[in-house]
Structures are given as C-alpha cells and as structure tokens.
C-alpha cells in the first residue's frame, strides 16, 4: 500500500505574485546539477510521486545515479524506472478508441461486481479531435465549408460519442472539430510548462513541471517549448489515465550541439530534415536527444518544435529543449496569462531548470555529444518513402531518376528502361490537354503540425506565393493543391500580413483545420488523373509540409513522396514535377516571356521575420483561443446521450463495444505453450504502423468495404479506417490491408497471404478466420523495426483478434513493442546476426513456442518447427511490469482487476 513520501523534508516554499507554493527542491540533491535537464523532469516526477508503492525510494537513488549508469556510450547498465505524466493528450483517431475502451471497462467492471464509477482519468486528459477531416474538396473558396460539412455528416456517431464521454468522464477536456491539429493546440493552447495545482482543503498550490505523454508520435513536439513528452500506445496511455506509472528504463541521454547560424535561406524544415538523416546515422532509438550549445538561441520556439515534431523520424523518445527565456517570451505571445508566466520563471530558477544556452557552465553531463553547424544546412527535401531520406534539392533531379531505375526498395522504383518515358495525357475542364510523366506532381499539401506551427515558414510560403503571382507563375489546374493550418492562428496571420489572396490564387486555399493530407486523409484525386496514372504505370508524386511519407500513406496514386518546407510545396507546384532543376531550369515564364527561376521569387529570413514580428501578435491567440472550447454550430447542435454508462447501438458501424473482456474472470488465466502455430504472414523490415493498420481509405475490394456493403454502405460512406477505429469490427478486416504490404508468402505485394494447409491465396483477415475456425494459433514473422511510425493502438489490437499469438521479430519500434505487451501478444526477437532467412525459414513451417510460467524479462526461449529446425528467441519483456500485464492477458484486464479489487 502507499505510504508517506520519504521525501517530505525537500518540500520548500515559493512566493510569487503575493501567493505561497510549494515545491520539492530537487536541485538539493549533490548530483543534481550534472543532470541533463530532461532527466531533471524524471527526478522531480519520482520524488514527488515516492509513495514506496508505485514510485519506490530506491527509484529515486537511480535516477540520481544517471552520471554512472549512463554517462558514458560504454554505460549499459540498465535499470527500471517508473515515471507519472502530469497529463495525458489524445486525438480523435487514437482518442475514440481510448474513449471506446473506457466506456466497455465500465461495463466490464459493473459484471464482475465492481463499482463502474470508479473507471474515470485520474490524470488530467485532452482529447482534440484533428484526424477526421479530408480533403474532399480543393481549390474553390467554399472547400473548407463543404469539407468541414462532411466530417461531420461521416462522423456523427463518433462525435456524439466523445460528447457523451467529455460529459460522462471526470477530468477530460474535449477540444471540438475544426479547432486545428492536436500538437499545434497544445503547443499555443494546452501546455502549462509548469503545473500550478489547484489548491486544496486551504494549503498552498504545488508546482512541478508539465510532462505529458500522448497517444500519437508526434506529442514530441511539445519537448520545443521545454515540455518532456513522448508518444505511447493508446493502451498503454489508458494505464495513465487510471493512474498508473509507466514502466521505462533509464534512458541514454545525447548531446546535440547547435552551433553556427542558418544560411539566410534555408529554412526550419531543411533544419530538421538534416538533423533527421544525421540522428538516424548515429542511431538514437530508445534515448533521449537534448540540443544545446549557442546555436539553440538561433532558433525560435516554432523551430524548436518543428525539430522536436519530427523526434519520431529520427528514432528517439524525445528531442527536447530546455525552458529558456525565448520559451517565457512565447508563452506571452501566446497570450498566456503574464502572473502565469511569472510563476512559471520563479519556478523553474528555484529548481535550477531555466536553460542559458548561452552558458557552458551550465552543461550536464550527456552520454554522447554530437555536433551539428546551422551554416552547414542546405534547402532539402525528404523521400521518396521514408522521412530520414534526406535529398538537398540541387541533387533532387539525380536523385529522383536514380530512384526510378533503382531496383525496387526505399529509393528504387525498378521502371524499365522501356517506360522510363511513359507518359499519358488527359483533357481537363478548362478544354486543355495534360500530361503525366514519372515526377509529375498530382498532390501538394502545406499541412501537418510539423510546419503550419511555424509562422517562420507559413509566412515564408506566403510571401513566394505573392512573388511568383506577381511573376504571372500559376499552378496546373489538376494539382490537387491544398492549405491545411494547424490552428486559426495562421489563418489569422496570413490574412493579416495580406498573403492569403496569392496562395488562393495558386491553389492553396484552406480545406481544413486538421491533421489532413500527413496521415493520409488527402482525399480523392479527379478520375482523369488517377487513371491516367494507373493506365500508363506512372510514378507520380505529392509533395507535403508533413512528417511522414512511408508508402501508401499519403495516396494510393503517388509512389513517390516528398517531405518539404511549405515553400517548396509550392515551388514544386508551380514546377508541375520533382524532375527539375530549379538552378538550371526556370518555374516558367514572366507575361514578357522572360524566365522566372526559383531564386527570383524566393523570400529571405529577414523578409519573413519583418512580417512575422508585425502580424504574428498575442491578440490573435486571444481570439482564437477563448472560444476554441465551445466548437462551432454543428458541435454544438449534437445531441449526445446521458448517463455513466454509454447506450451501445448494435447497429452502429463507427461505434461497437470491443470483445477485449468477453469471458474475462477476476481470477488470472493460465500461460500456456504455443503449440503448432501457422505464421499469418512473412514480412521484411520497416514494416510500420500504417502497413499494419491503415489509416487512409477503405479499398473498394476489401473485407472491411464488404462488410460495410452488407449492412447498406456505399463507397461513399465508407469514410477511412482511421475514422472507424471505435468499431473492431472494420479495424480486424483493416489490419494488415495496406496495398503496398510485401509478404513474402505472396507473390505481389498487397493485403494478401497463404492459408498454407490448402495453398490458397486470400486476404488476410478471411485467411485468419480460416485458421481461426481450424484452431489453428497464428504468430508472425518480421524484419528490422517493426511497428516503426505512429503509435497505433490498433496495430495491435488488429493482430489481437486476427488471432495472432505472438510477433518473432529482427527488431521492434518502442512504441509497438509495448503495445504489443499491452495485448498480451508475445513480443520475441531473434538473436543477434539471426532472422528468418539465415534460419532458413519460408513461414509455411508448424511453430511451437515454450512460454515458461516463471518467464523472466529478456529470457530466452526454445522455438521448434515441423520441419526439425530449432532457434532460440529472446522474449521482449523489458520490465517487471510487462509481464505483469501479460499474465492478466494485456494492461487493461490488469486495470480491471486492479480497480475492482
């Protein structure tokens, strides 16, 4: 049980603004200032919460031990460590979901005797619903009305449901549709920096810094303004919710040193995108990466964020920035209350947590130091399938038709020499003839929390978009062009600075405010181009402001993707192709005739900053902001039921209450031996998220269109996989139904394998309830960082009702592992130098798996097949706590059972 905080005697007093807090000084400890900053926020988060329960005294003595046990790369000593969130944030695709989970959990409870109530956040918690908008409509004045119109005529269940659940749940905040992207509002809106509790029973509020973790991957943007923030599953972000400390080994901390200033023309994206490729070199999974050095003070908190944003890409937990005196000046830009601010500051001067980056002597101690020169960045891009593939745009015409001829992989296409000049046309409304060749640009999206938080490169994008209009440049009609802000802030700061009729002009006009085109909602190309596309097997593009661009992400009709700063979104718009150079090639011509180049119409640093420091003030987060929480007419006007408990409708195709505690019992059931188990599926490596559980569309000749056609779905109404995600019903028919899935148990890659006892071909999840009314166990192969990419819950609750038992994987993704753990899917991995091939395994063998009842983390355990051949695993429980949660059959049965007994 918990006890008392051994701890009390550091509680110190604080007055600020004539009110009295407390705090625990941590700063006292001898080791503290050798520290990094981020592992400061772990500390306090252990010592306040020390109740010799959850968060042990000796937990707090290993964490003050960080300089031996991690100080160095030869350290490798781990140990466990538990960490309290001060809160939780959702978005609507991973929040539903979470919401759904809560909602069968109260009723789960009620069955087996316990108190539903009791299942309610004890962690503060904010949802923001960004993911359910798509770019239905483009290029017109009225797109975002009419698509904003349709987000909620699709999603009228799963609204009315989180209404319900805002009113239903204590302590969760439900930020409305059309508000913008949810690591944008936590950015200018939700972030405290520093809590200030509320105070209780006459005693002093207690400070103590804000540390979140989300159930999306990008929640590390929030680490740009000073904030330690991750990324967890939406199971496992549950836990935290109720309560729960989340289970994590002291991390590796590197040093990254800015130094150096930025060429006057490249921008905060091309800062990022190198940072990305040279963090993915040295390899940071699993660690922390704290920037510092005298370059950090060169870099807004908007560039900050952007780097942050992208901390999935490269691959570690956080990228974070200490609070420093530009953090204080944003948060009063931001509009946030300035007695607020004072406290913040006090706060964190008392804790020694306020960062001079200026200042060496105020160093820690890191694990590692790299070292990055600002003046070294150069205008990139990122592509054609993965985000750490950085390009510098002088070497993207190379670049891109090496990739066509390149066999095929994340930088080949295999196009054979015979097609390498295909080409298709098609006429257009406007009575002309187009045509699509390999590098044509079919979709470009400024969008994504990445970069429509930077004012920096929003304006700059503007500002290009004044000067090539100006130059008489425009973009081709059928270039599905599109300007998705992360909040209204930057719709606000466009108009204000006069830029928003230039981009209109082009085609950039606002559809949306959410996260739209970046997660795959970019809506339907014209028929004309997507057929002329897939008639003449073209390689097509989209270029985006976005974070992600793994295959089969952004559209099913563009191969290639590139990741790019908003003003070369539109350079490549009005190039029409990424097959340019744009020193020797001009975007088009003046009404002379005379040739306009890239550079001509390119914006400096110093232009931008003249407009940003004029039009980018804290009134407009005022105006924005103090009514985002009431929502818009149509928020406003759902009528959503009442009561603890929700009112399922059996008929609901969005909303379904899952089968995860069907026959659940208090007591614990037995761990039991895979025997005889058939692989579902051989996969290579990267296998991400979205191959696992798309989030995009719904294809027409799916399992889950079929069983939405059956109940009297068209096409139409089938919205996206990631919209659905409340109904498990869609979700175990969209697992693994990503198109560009290669399974080496097909021919063709696609949502395919073996049912291996008959040698039929068939989609997955039909070969899966095959298997399943055979009795047969199910486990999958897998490559090098599987689940890498977003933190999809589903991606392991799919495979979960696939009937998959366990995944033998090269490697895992953090965030995947544990949910897989959260599951109670077996997470193994092959021994050093060991994988499917080097065994010489087809995946059409009968595996046995022995799970030991004592199984201890990180054990390794016999695996057999029909066909003699024998290896040994390792089992990927990294905690105590993991197997914990798999002997109750996942975390949140652990919850269950917790709360009721």
């Excluded at 270039?479 to 002009?505: D, H, N, W």
């Excluded at 399992?703 to 009297?712: I, N, T, V």
């Excluded at 009937?803 to 092959?830: C, D, F, T, W």
């Excluded at 057999?864 to 390792?874: M, N, P, R, Y």
Aim: overall charge negative; proline content about 6%; hydrophobic content about 40%.
């Amino acid at each position: 049980m918990a006890g008392a905080n051994p701890f009390q005697s550091l509680l110190k007093e604080i007055n600020v603004n004539g009110e009295t807090f407390h705090y625990f000084d941590i700063a006292s400890f001898p080791e503290y200032r050798e520290l990094p900053y981020s592992v400061r926020v772990l500390l306090e988060s252990a010592v306040r919460n020390c109740d010799n329960f959850q968060v042990l005294e000796k937990d707090v003595r290993g964490i003050l031990r960080w300089k031996q046990l991690k100080g160095t790369p030869t350290s490798d000593d781990e140990l466990e460590i538990p960490f309290k969130p001060a809160r939780v944030i959702l978005q609507d695709f991973t929040g539903v979901p979470a919401v759904v989970d809560f909602a069968a959990m109260r009723d789960a409870v009620l069955k087996l005797g316990g108190d539903p109530d009791r299942i309610n956040p004890i962690c503060p918690s904010d949802l923001v619903i960004d993911h359910s908008v798509q770019v239905d409509f483009a290029r017109s004045e009225d797109a975002l009305a009419k698509n904003q119109d349709l987000e909620f005529e699709r999603n009228k269940e799963r609204f009315t449901f989180l209404k319900w659940g805002a009113k239903a749940f204590n302590n969760m905040l439900i930020i409305p549709p059309g508000s913008g992207i949810v690591h944008q509002v936590n950015l200018e809106y939700l972030a405290r920096v520093v809590f200030q509790d509320a105070a209780k029973d006459g005693a002093a509020r207690m400070l103590y810094p804000d540390s979140v973790v989300g159930t999306d991957s990008h929640t590390t943007m929030i680490n740009g303004l000073g904030v330690v923030g991750w990324g967890v599953g939406g199971i496992e972000a549950e836990a935290v919710m109720l309560g729960q400390a989340i289970s994590m080994l002291l991390p590796e901390v590197i040093g990254y040193k800015l130094v150096g200033k930025l060429n006057p023309l490249v921008t905060s994206t091309d800062l990022v995108l190198t940072i990305t490729k040279h963090l993915r070199q040295i390899g940071v999974v699993g660690k922390f990466v704290e920037f510092f050095g005298p370059g950090v003070s060169e870099l807004s908190i908007a560039d900050r964020a952007t780097i942050s944003n992208m901390c999935p890409e490269y691959g570690a937990t956080v990228g974070y920035f200490p609070v420093d005196k530009n953090a204080l000046d944003y948060l009063r830009q931001t509009n946030r209350a300035e007695e607020k601010v004072r406290v913040i500051e006090a706060y964190l001067k008392a804790t020694d947590q306020l960062r001079d980056f200026g200042n060496a002597e105020q160093d820690p101690v890191f694990t590692q130091i790299v070292e990055l020169d600002l003046a070294s960045v150069v205008t990139s891009v990122s592509g054609p399938k993965r985000p750490h593939d950085r390009v510098a745009v002088s070497e993207m015409q190379q670049d891109f038709r090496q990739c066509l001829v390149s066999k095929v992989g994340f930088k080949g296409f295999a196009v054979p020499e015979a097609e390498m000049s295909a080409e298709g046309s098609f006429s257009w409304t406007d009575g002309k003839t187009y045509a699509l060749r390999h590098g044509s640009v079919v979709i470009a999206a400024i969008t994504s929390c990445t970069n429509t938080s930077n004012p920096s490169v929003m304006l700059g994008a503007g500002l290009l978009a004044k000067k090539a209009v100006e130059a008489g440049l425009k973009v081709a009609p059928y270039i599905k062009t599109s300007l998705s802000p992360g909040s209204g802030v930057v719709t606000y700061y466009l108009k204000e600075s006069g830029v928003i009729p230039a981009l209109e002009e082009l085609g950039f006009n606002v559809v949306g405010y959410g996260c739209m085109t970046c997660i795959g909602n970019s809506g339907p190309l014209d028929d004309n181009v997507a057929n002329t596309i897939e008639k003449n097997n073209l390689v097509c593009c989209g270029v985006l402001s976005g974070n992600r661009n793994f295959e089969g992400r952004i559209h099913p009709n563009t191969r290639a993707n590139y990741l790019a700063s908003p003003l070369l979104v539109i350079a490549y718009a009005l190039a029409g192709t990424v097959d340019i150079d744009f020193e020797k090639q001009p975007l088009g011509t003046r009404p002379d005739g005379s040739a306009v180049f890239l550079r001509d119409i390119w914006p400096t640093r110093a232009e931008i900053q003249t407009v940003e420091q004029k039009h980018v003030i804290p009134a407009m987060f005022r105006d924005v902001y103090e009514k985002v929480e009431l929502g818009s007419d149509s928020w406003q006007g759902l009528n959503a039921p009442t009561g603890k408990l929700y009112p399922w409708d059996t008929q609901s195709t969005y909303i379904k209450r899952p089968p995860f505690f069907d026959g659940m019992t208090r007591d614990l059931p037995k761990i039991g031996n895979i025997v005889n188990a058939r692989a579902l599926l051989n996969l290579g490596d990267s296998v991400t998220t979205d191959h696992i559980s798309p989030a995009g569309s719904i294809a027409r000749n799916s399992p889950a269109a079929r069983f939405l056609s059956d109940r009297g779905l068209t096409p139409r109404d089938f919205n996206s996989y990631g919209s659905r995600r409340g109904n498990d019903d869609i979700m175990a028919r969209g697992t693994f139904a990503n198109i560009r899935l290669v399974n080496k148990l097909v021919p063709r890659p696609g949502p395919r394998t073996l049912h291996i006892p008959s040698g039929e071909e068939m989609d997955v999840f039909d070969c899966a309830q095959r298997y399943a009314g055979e009795g047969t166990p199910l486990i999958a192969l897998v490559g090098k960082d599987y689940g890498s990419g977003s933190s999809r819950d589903w991606a392991a609750k799919g495979p979960y009702l696939l009937g998959i038992k366990a995944v033998i994987a090269e490697s895992y993704e953090r965030i995947h592992r544990s949910n897989l753990v959260g599951m109670g899917i077996v997470p193994l991995q092959y021994l050093a130098g060991q994988n499917a091939e080097s065994l010489g395994l087809t995946g059409q063998e009968l595996f046995s798996i022995a799970i030991p009842e004592s199984c201890k983390p990180h054990e390794r355990i016999p695996v057999s097949t029909d066909c003699g051949k024998q290896f040994e695993v390792i089992v990927r429980f990294d905690t105590e706590v993991d197997l914990e949660y798999f002997r109750n059959g996942g975390i949140l049965n652990y919850m269950i059972r917790k709360m009721i007994d």
